[in-house]
Structures are given as structure tokens and as C-alpha cells.
């Protein structure tokens, strides 16, 4: 709620996604062991096996996600010293590798995003494209001119943010599969 709040108090917005968030977090060598993995090139079965390591937090494992916000705590809690406006952003604007905030001017948006692109781009990290108000997002972050914001969909060349809708469905559910025959309301008038 605090991140959509700070997202629609701005007369300007940004929305951004960091790249493979939890990969650019490396594993101390001490740590390396925790991450062994056995290997077979081209998945052969007689083919050698090797022992190898997974260097940096993967996805799918539990720990990820703590030892993440752990790490952008420590890289804000030092970057509140030289830029404490972009230390709030990372911490307060952010949902995992989404970066949903807003301001009082375009300007404002344009300097957060030169900013963030250059303090994370400093560590190896980049953002994989941003959306801001009035300007269609980057292809890399939105097929169809939208972003997710805090579980509602902003449309920025509108300035638009609307509840996520799902289908609905009318008739009968068998073993998770929806029967033949059931009529599907989604969204749109007339289209069931």
C-alpha cells in the first residue's frame, strides 16, 4: 500500500525493472559450497560428470529473497550518504526488482532514473527499462504499452491505473480445466 500511495501522490511517475535482480547479488567464495551443483554437458548421461557453482542468489530458492533486501539495505544504508532521495527510492519504491515511485515534476523523474541507472549501473546492475509518464514504456518492460504498479495496471502515456481484472468464467470447473461450453467475461462488454 505505502509503495502505490508514493506512486499516485506525484503529478509524475516512473516505473522501472531491474535486470535479473536476484543474479547480480554475488556469493562470497566462502560461500560457494552452498551452491554445488552436479553437471553433464548436453545433458548426456555418459558424459563426464563435473562438480559446479552456482556464484551468485538464484531464483527458486528461499533464502534469495531475504538475502537480497539484506543487500540493498547495506547498498542504501551507504548511499543515503551521498544521495539519500535515491536511497529512499530503492528502499521505499521498491517490490523485489520493481521500481514504482513519483514527483512533482518530469524533471525530477528524469534525474531518479539517471540516478538509479548510474548507482546500480556503478555495482554491475542494470535496469532493464523504464516507464514514465506520458512516454510509452520500453519494450523490454511492457508488450502492450502497460506496467504492474503495486497489483494494479498503469498505462503511462494516459496516466491511467486500473484495478487488474481477471477473467471471470460462467459454468463449471472440471479438475482445474473450465468445461466446454462456459462463456468468459473479461473485461470487455459484449465479448462473452
Known amino acids: 500500500v505505502k509503495m502505490l ?12 525493472d531491474i535486470r535479473q535482480f536476484y543474479n547480480c547479488f554475488k556469493l562470497v567464495p566462502e560461500q560457494w559450497h552452498l551452491q554445488l551443483f552436479l ?10 560428470t563435473f562438480t559446479a557453482v552456482i556464484k551468485t542468489l538464484i531464483y527458486g530458492n528461499k533464502a534469495s ?3 537480497s533486501e539484506e543487500g540493498m539495505r547495506q547498498f542504501t544504508n551507504h548511499l ?3 544521495n539519500p532521495k535515491l536511497a529512499d527510492f530503492l528502499m521505499e519504491c ?18 531518479l532514473q539517471r540516478d538509479a ?8 546492475v542494470e535496469s532493464k527499462g523504464w516507464g514514465k509518464t506520458g512516454k510509452c514504456p520500453a ?3 511492457s508488450e502492450d504499452g502497460t506496467l504492474g504498479v503495486a497489483g494494479m495496471t498503469w498505462g503511462p502515456e494516459i496516466d491511467s491505473l486500473e484495478v487488474k481484472q481477471s477473467p471471470l468464467h460462467f459454468g463449471s470447473v472440471s479438475r ?12 470487455k462488454f459484449g465479448s462473452y
Open 5 to 16: 500511495l508514493r506512486f499516485i501522490i506525484g503529478s509524475h511517475a516512473l516505473s522501472g
Open 39 to 48: 553437471w553433464k554437458k548436453d545433458l548426456d548421461p555418459d558424459a563426464e
Open 65 to 67: 529473497a531475504a538475502q
Open 80 to 82: 543515503k550518504k551521498t
Open 94 to 111: 521498491r517490490f523485489v526488482d520493481d521500481l514504482n515511485g513519483s514527483e512533482a515534476s518530469m524533471v525530477a523523474c528524469d534525474d
Open 117 to 124: 541507472d548510474e548507482e546500480l549501473g556503478s555495482l554491475g
Open 139 to 141: 519494450k523490454e518492460i
Open 176 to 187: 482445474g480445466r473450465l468445461t466446454a461450453g462456459t462463456q468468459i467475461y473479461d473485461g
